[in-house]
């Protein structure tokens, strides 16, 4: 647990779950069969320095992200 008040919590979430469903949406976008590194997707999203970001988000991705 962190310091931040719960209301900043609720507002990092937020921020995180939409940056999320970002990269779940161009993780989408890349063809079967096809492979492409996080630093990749993570320029794509917007902001090449969220390479870990993007590995985290893959690791909580709903099981039906193809």
């Known amino acids: 647990m962190t310091n931040k008040p719960p209301a900043a919590q609720t507002a990092g979430s937020a921020a995180a779950g939409s940056t999320f469903v970002r ?30 970001i ?5 690791h909580a991705a709903p099981p039906d992200l193809p």
Not at 26 to 39: D, N
């Open 54 to 58: 993007v590995g985290c988000a893959l």
């Open 23 to 52: 990269i779940w949406e161009t993780v989408r976008r890349i063809p079967r069969g096809r492979v492409t590194t996080y630093g990749t997707v993570a320029a794509l999203v917007g902001n090449p320095r969220l390479a870990r």
